[in-house]
């Protein structure tokens, strides 16, 4: 749990705790005790995919099936009705979509989608909350979070070196 002036501090037994309610109830954000192993991957299996193909939007959703993919090559889309208005994809932007996804699948984080913006590369995680979002962010060079307009809604805390992870009101 976050602790102010000292930052996140380890509840003996909060992982294995939360790992049952997870079973019972899936959907819980990742507690403090996840979030070094979970950026560890994170840092190790998708930055570089996503730093080399340089992905502004990924998202990967099972039902309605919907698979988008937006890079320098291009946005492309495919799956259900809906998610057919940008460019179908091609060879090369399904082999890189199918790149990034093997990559967020080797973590075993629960990886909604990534996007870049302003510098930053936000990973909201999967969760069935319908008052927060959560997510891993990666703001390189040592940037500081940005100002919090909602402190009572937003959070920050660090994990550690450029990694943060982000607590937002679900708007």
């Known amino acids: 749990m976050p602790v102010p002036g000292v930052g996140p501090v380890s509840v003996p ?4 705790i939360r790992a049952a309610i997870n079973d019972i109830i899936p959907g819980w954000p990742p507690g403090p005790d996840d979030w070094p192993g ?5 840092e190790s299996e998708v930055l570089p995919v996503v730093q080399r193909l340089r992905v502004y939007y990924y998202l990967l959703e099972a039902g309605p099936p919907c698979r988008i993919l937006e890079y320098p090559r291009g946005d492309f889309r495919d799956g259900a009705t809906d998610c057919r208005d940008l460019v179908p994809f091609d060879a090369q932007a399904r082999a890189d979509f199918d790149e990034v996804t093997a990559a967020v699948e ?11 913006h302003n510098g930053a ?51």
């Open 13 to 16: 037994g909060s992982h294995a």
């Open 38 to 42: 979970d950026v560890d991957r994170l």
């Open 106 to 116: 080797r973590t075993g984080v629960a990886v909604e989608r990534i996007v870049r």
């Open 121 to 171: 590369i936000y990973i909201p995680v999967k969760d069935s909350s319908w008052q927060y979002n959560w997510e891993y962010v990666y703001l390189e060079g040592g940037q500081a979070p940005p100002g919090i307009a909602f402190p009572e809604e937003e959070q920050w805390t660090h994990v550690r070196g450029d990694w943060w992870f982000h607590r937002a009101h679900d708007d």
